[in-house]
Nanobody, 127 residues
Framework: QLQLVESGGGSVQSGGSLRLSCAAS????????MGWFRQAPGKEREGVAL???????YYADSVKGRFTISRDNDKNTLYLQMNSLEPEDTAIYYC?????????????????????WGQGTQVTVSS
C-alpha cells in the first residue's frame, strides 16, 4: 500500500503564501502521478495541480501563475507552493497518487482515477 500524509496547511491573509507537503511511504513506486485536489464546503472536489513523473506538470486555470507543484523523489515528498492566495482558495487540500502516468490537464477533472489519497489539510485565506 501507499500512504500519503499532508502537512503545511493553515490560515493566511489574502496575498499570502503557503507551502503544502505530502509525504509518501510504503509502496512509493506506485506514485507515478501525483496531484493536489481541493474541496471547499458545499462544492465538489476539484483538481489543482498534477505532476506526471518528474517533469510534466499541469494546473487548473484558476491557479496558473500562482501555484507550483513539485516533487522530491529522494524524500518521497510532493509539494505545492501557493503564492498570492485568495479567499477563493480556501478549502481542504488533498494529496493523491496513482501508479498510472496521467499526461494531461484533463486528469485534474477525474479525481476518481487516483487510487491513493491523504487525509487532507485545511487552508483558509481571509480577505
Amino acid at each position: 500500500q501507499l500512504q500519503l500524509v499532508e502537512s503545511g496547511g493553515g490560515s493566511v491573509q489574502s496575498g499570502g503564501s503557503l507551502r503544502l507537503s505530502c509525504a509518501a511511504s510504503g509502496y512509493t513506486y506506485r506514485a507515478a502521478s501525483m496531484g493536489w485536489f481541493r474541496q471547499a464546503p458545499g462544492k465538489e472536489r476539484e483538481g489543482v495541480a498534477l505532476i506526471c513523473g518528474t517533469a510534466f506538470t499541469y494546473y487548473a486555470d484558476s491557479v496558473k501563475g500562482r501555484f507550483t507543484i513539485s516533487r522530491d523523489n529522494d524524500k518521497n515528498t510532493l509539494y505545492l507552493q501557493m503564492n498570492s492566495l485568495e479567499p477563493e482558495d480556501t478549502a481542504i487540500y488533498y494529496c493523491a497518487a496513482d501508479p498510472t502516468l496521467y499526461y494531461g490537464a484533463q486528469y485534474l477533472l477525474q479525481p476518481q482515477k487516483f487510487q491513493y489519497w491523504g487525509q487532507g489539510t485545511q487552508v483558509t485565506v481571509s480577505s
